[in-house]
């Protein structure tokens, strides 16, 4: 058996953000060390574990068969590691404890601000502690322990985490005032497919899903301008670079401040949904847990309601 003191915590993270980065350089410069740094700690862990771990290439690092095995148990290993840490931190904090959430951009200019307000009125005692974040890095934080829960696209690979529909959108059409497609009807999907596209970036849930709706109907989404937040996309709509697609919650207040028309779409499925992903729910603290229920007593109220 190996002897487990030769393990090194730093180079066990090193190696989980070398392959989730897919590069040694973006790992070592996530902690600070030199290219021939990082290099030495993974050769001195394939040494250890008697085969190679990374297959290196031109186009940076995947892990070999080997690689793989180690790597699903090192991020068990690193995200118990982040949870300890934050476990300290947050005995030092405050006394309800701190709520560790991500949440992607459809959640935030939608229905989670007035969700978190309510939830701050019930339990002033907790800090949260939220993150702006894709979909994609929202689950990699909750995987590595980061993060207690996020809020994704349904679309979004889930590595297993737990996950429901905390939310259902209609997602929109944004069109400047005098844009031909903004009219009083419902748009055909395909006629604003032959208009330049303001979109998130490439792997955003919300532009994959989009994207996809494009290629289902034979055509190809025309990508002008990627941004990083509902307001900067909307900004170049305004500007006249281009159309976009948003859930209808966080369009309004865009298009009512810049004077942007909203239209709704026909020709691709319209909802959008959102889930609450976490690692498991019987692990929760007691702030995530709160959380969690007052997003099922919404949704019970809204089942009702409607």
Do not use: W
Not at 9 to 32: K, M, P, Q, W, Y
Not at 126 to 138: G, K, N, P, Q, T
């Amino acid at each position: 058996m190996i002897n487990l003191n030769r393990f090194d915590l730093v180079s066990l993270r090193l190696f989980v953000a070398a392959i989730d980065a897919g590069s040694l350089t973006a790992g070592a410069e996530h902690f600070g060390i030199s290219l021939a740094a990082a290099s030495r700690r993974i050769a001195e862990l394939e040494h250890h574990c008697g085969k190679a771990l990374l297959q290196r290439s031109q186009r940076g690092v995947t892990a070999t068969s080997e690689g793989q095995a180690v790597h699903r148990h090192a991020i068990e290993l690193v995200a118990n590691l982040e949870r300890l840490a934050l476990a300290v931190d947050d005995m030092q904090a405050v006394a309800g404890g701190v709520l560790r959430l991500c949440a992607n951009p459809s959640a935030l200019g939608g229905f989670l601000p007035p969700v978190l307000a309510a939830y701050a009125a019930r339990h002033p005692d907790v800090r949260i502690d939220l993150d702006d974040m894709l979909s994609e890095d929202a689950v990699r934080a909750v995987t590595t322990g980061a993060a207690e829960l996020a809020v994704i696209g349904d679309n979004t690979p889930r590595e297993g985490l737990e996950a429901f529909v905390c939310d259902v959108d209609e997602v929109v059409l944004i069109t400047p005032a005098g844009h031909p497609l903004a009219g009083a009807g419902p748009v055909a999907f395909e006629r604003a497919l032959d208009y330049d596209f303001v979109s998130l970036s490439r792997t955003a849930s919300l532009t994959r899903k989009i994207s996809a709706a494009a290629e289902a109907s034979g055509r190809s989404l025309r990508i002008r301008v990627q941004a990083r937040s509902f307001d900067a996309m909307c900004r170049m709509v305004a500007a006249g670079l281009g159309l976009t697609v948003l859930p209808r919650a966080g369009a309004s207040m865009y298009a009512d401040a810049l004077g942007l028309k909203v239209m709704s779409l026909e020709g691709l499925d319209v909802r959008r949904r959102l889930l609450l992903a976490m690692r498991s729910r019987a692990a929760l603290s007691p702030a995530a847990v709160a959380l969690v229920e007052s997003i099922e007593a919404r949704l019970r109220d809204s089942r009702s309601a409607g």
